[in-house]
Antibody, heavy 118, light 106 residues
Framework: EVQLVESGGGLVQPGGSLRLSCAAS????????MNWVRQAPGKGLEWVSL???????YYADSVRGRFTISRDDSQNTVYLHLSSLRLEDTGVYYC????????????WGQGTLVTVSS | DIQMTQSPSFLSASIGDRVTITCQAS??????LNWYQQKLGKAPKVLIY???NLEIGAPSRFSGTGSGTNFTFTISSLQPEDIATYYC????????FGPGTKVDIK
């Protein structure tokens, strides 16, 4: 069974850092494009970052230079390192798999909550 | 950057009604558009990909049309389990979600 499980969320002060993890099972992250999508409380979905199978990575303008996506193939896990956190980074962060040969997100994790507050 | 708009932002309809949501892109995105359903407290789920293709397992009452900059998502006969927020998503240039349309039962 295909599954994505996020972890690492929590309460952090403005300017702080956090690392989110997305552990995959039932498929291999290194052969798929993997994404992070976030949702502020009561708001809509915002695409955050993408890592291709070849390790090229892309970011939304709102997080470029502050967030870093990476992958550990031996752990079958994708990470999102968040730094210089701002109040507006608060929200649920979802990991999502991009379906091979298509460009839609066919598998999602349950999300992990990041709260940036002093 | 490609901007996405949706209308309406909220709609209330009766069981069995036909419901239509529109999505507009700020530039031509061909048919590079997906539709997702998100129920309260849950992760989103794809319903339509490439503007008009029904995802395996999605009910046939969901459909999508359009190309270029204008797209439409339709629920042919609204059911109680369709209460959710619906998002369009472009993938012509990375990804952008629309602001969402919340659907409720009248």
């Amino acid at each position: 069974e295909v599954q994505l499980v996020e972890s690492g969320g929590g309460l952090v002060q403005p300017g702080g850092s956090l690392r989110l993890s997305c552990a995959a099972s039932g498929f291999t992250v290194s052969t798929n494009s993997m994404n992070w999508v976030r949702q502020a409380p009561g708001k809509g979905l915002e695409w955050v970052s993408l890592i291709y199978s070849g390790r090229s990575s892309y970011y939304a303008d709102s997080v470029r230079g502050r967030f870093t996506i990476s992958r550990d193939d031996s752990q079958n896990t994708v990470y999102l390192h968040l730094s210089s956190l701002r109040l507006e980074d608060t929200g649920v962060y979802y990991c999502a798999r991009e379906r091979a040969y298509n460009n839609y997100f066919d598998q999602w994790g349950q999300g992990t909550l990041v709260t940036v507050s002093s | 950057d490609i901007q996405m708009t949706q209308s309406p932002s909220f709609l209330s309809a009766s069981i069995g009604d036909r419901v239509t949501i529109t999505c507009q892109a700020s530039q031509d995105i061909r048919n590079y558009l997906n539709w997702y359903q998100q129920k309260l407290g849950k992760a989103p789920k794809v319903l339509i990909y490439d503007a008009s293709n029904l995802e395996i397992g999605a009910p046939s009452r969901f459909s999508g049309t359009g190309s270029g900059t204008n797209f439409t998502f339709t629920i042919s006969s609204l059911q109680p389990e369709d209460i959710a927020t619906y998002y369009c998503q472009q993938y012509d240039n990375l990804f952008t979600f629309g602001p969402g349309t919340k659907v409720d039962i009248k």
